[in-house]
């Protein structure tokens, strides 16, 4: 099924008989595998208002990112949390759509400074279980009526109700770019050169870390934006900041800046590779224990609060790491395995019952994307 348009949708929720396996552009099957009837939301597409000098964009669910990321280029704007393409990770084919960004939260490493998905995020219309069309938010940053149920639509993986627009505060582009590199760091010490730098006043738009970077060898990368005097300055006071950690350096040239973060942004170094993909949100300084518990290959986002893994198929990694204070998401693995693991951390008994109630409320019949989350 593929509704035109919001009423369409409306209709095709209220008289659905069955569950319904909400998609967008097909690009991020994540959660447990859902059986239903597919009601796709592409048919849903373009931009309904781009006001530059308010800041803010709408656009239908469908709407693919490619376009309205185009259209926020074309004025030097940008959506502020950098949302990943998850298709090299996940192996899949398609258009991510800015109604499948919403739905999963796509947070990139611009979190630690401008927020998630969710921040961005000023208002939302949506078809409930029910097949009643709901509005919460506005369309302009003033306008912040229903801010939290606004919030509670980002992350909820279709489970609450079908997205058939949404609005975002934008951001003015990027003049220039630069990264500082530090070279040869163990885990522990490139968590606590990421936080030093995040805690100083230099404005550090990402701080990322591999164990093994293009070359093998482990490599610490902290990234400024900005105008071009300002990332210069910011450049060097940092590397001076940071000199008792070894051998620094300083990637200047903005394209490859850009390629080295889109490499961070999309877990490039797991592209292509067998086994499963796990995320795994942790206190930055508990990091380099959780990443040593999980064995296998790591990679650091965040700051360290955000490590990727890649451990042999089948690994159930929430029983290997133990008892931690975080969460670990499934993010790839095959549906047997998924079927088998809860993809989402098992939440505690009292968020568990709200969460229930919530989809109870919004969902009285279960139509939508049932026991994704479970």
């Given at each position: 099924?593929?509704?035109?348009?919001?009423?369409?949708?409306?209709?095709?929720?209220?008289g659905?008989?069955?569950?319904?396996?909400?998609?967008?552009?097909?690009?991020?099957?994540?959660?447990?595998?859902?059986?239903?009837?597919?009601?796709?939301?592409?048919?849903?597409?373009?931009?309904?208002?781009?006001?530059?000098?308010?800041?803010?964009?709408?656009?239908?669910?469908?709407?693919?990112?490619?376009?309205?990321?185009?259209?926020?280029a074309?004025?030097?704007?940008?959506?502020?949390?950098e949302?990943?393409?998850?298709?090299?990770?996940?192996?899949?084919?398609?258009?991510?759509?800015?109604?499948?960004?919403?739905?999963a939260?796509?947070?990139?490493?611009?979190?630690?400074?401008?927020?998630?998905?969710?921040?961005?995020?000023?208002?939302?219309?949506f078809?409930?279980?029910?097949?009643?069309?709901?509005?919460?938010?506005?369309?302009?940053?003033?306008?912040?009526?229903?801010?939290?149920?606004?919030?509670?639509?980002?992350g909820?993986?279709?489970?609450?109700?079908?997205?058939?627009?949404?609005?975002?505060?934008?951001?003015?582009?990027?003049e220039?770019?630069?990264?500082?590199?530090?070279?040869?760091?163990?885990?522990?010490?490139?968590?606590?050169?990421?936080?030093?730098?995040?805690?100083?006043?230099f404005?550090?738009?990402?701080?990322?870390?591999?164990?093994?970077?293009?070359?093998?060898?482990?490599?610490?990368?902290?990234?400024?934006?900005?105008?071009?005097?300002?990332?210069a300055y910011?450049?060097?006071?940092?590397r001076?900041?940071?000199?008792?950690?070894?051998?620094?350096?300083?990637?200047?040239?903005?394209?490859?800046?850009?390629?080295?973060w889109?490499?961070?942004r999309?877990?490039?170094?797991?592209?292509?590779?067998?086994?499963?993909?796990?995320?795994v949100?942790?206190?930055?300084?508990?990091?380099?224990e959780?990443?040593?518990?999980?064995?296998?290959?790591?990679?650091?986002?965040?700051g360290?609060?955000?490590?990727w893994?890649?451990?042999p198929?089948?690994?159930?990694?929430?029983?290997q790491?133990?008892?931690?204070?975080?969460?670990?998401?499934?993010?790839?693995?095959?549906?047997?395995?998924?079927?088998?693991?809860?993809?989402?951390?098992?939440?505690?008994?009292?968020?568990?019952?709200?969460?229930?109630?919530?989809?109870?409320?919004?969902?009285?019949?279960?139509?939508?994307n049932?026991?994704?989350?479970?």
């Amino acid at each position: 099924m593929s509704p035109r348009d919001e009423q369409e949708l409306s209709e095709v929720v209220a008289g659905a008989e069955g569950p319904l396996r909400i998609v967008g552009g097909g690009t991020r099957p994540v959660g447990r595998p859902v059986a239903g009837e597919a009601l796709s939301v592409a048919g849903l597409s373009g931009i309904e208002l781009y006001e530059p000098g308010a800041l803010t964009i709408v656009a239908k669910a469908g709407t693919p990112l490619a376009q309205a990321e185009a259209a926020l280029a074309a004025e030097n704007q940008r959506l502020p949390f950098e949302p990943m393409d998850m298709r090299g990770l996940l192996g899949t084919t398609g258009e991510p759509t800015i109604g499948g960004v919403v739905a999963a939260n796509v947070s990139g490493p611009r979190r630690i400074q401008a927020g998630a998905c969710r921040d961005s995020l000023i208002g939302v219309r949506f078809v409930d279980g029910r097949g009643t069309v709901l509005k919460n938010g506005g369309r302009v940053m003033k306008n912040v009526t229903g801010y939290d149920l606004v919030k509670l639509m980002a992350g909820s993986y279709g489970t609450l109700g079908v997205l058939s627009e949404v609005a975002f505060k934008v951001l003015p582009g990027v003049e220039t770019r630069a990264c500082v590199l530090l070279n040869g760091l163990s885990n522990a010490d490139a968590v606590a050169a990421m936080s030093r730098a995040l805690g100083s006043p230099f404005e550090v738009s990402g701080a990322a870390h591999t164990p093994a970077g293009i070359d093998g060898h482990p490599v610490t990368m902290l990234r400024l934006e900005g105008f071009a005097d300002s990332v210069a300055y910011r450049a060097d006071r940092l590397r001076e900041l940071l000199a008792g950690y070894g051998d620094i350096s300083v990637e200047r040239d903005p394209e490859r800046v850009l390629v080295g973060w889109t490499w961070v942004r999309d877990v490039e170094p797991f592209h292509g590779r067998a086994g499963d993909v796990w995320r795994v949100s942790v206190k930055p300084s508990d990091g380099p224990e959780i990443a040593a518990r999980a064995g296998g290959d790591v990679l650091f986002d965040w700051g360290g609060g955000l490590i990727w893994a890649l451990v042999p198929d089948g690994t159930d990694l929430r029983a290997q790491l133990g008892t931690f204070s975080g969460h670990a998401m499934l993010i790839r693995a095959s549906e047997e395995t998924r079927a088998r693991l809860p993809v989402f951390q098992p939440e505690p008994a009292p968020v568990a019952t709200l969460s229930e109630g919530l989809r109870r409320q919004f969902d009285p019949k279960g139509l939508l994307n049932p026991g994704i989350m479970s």
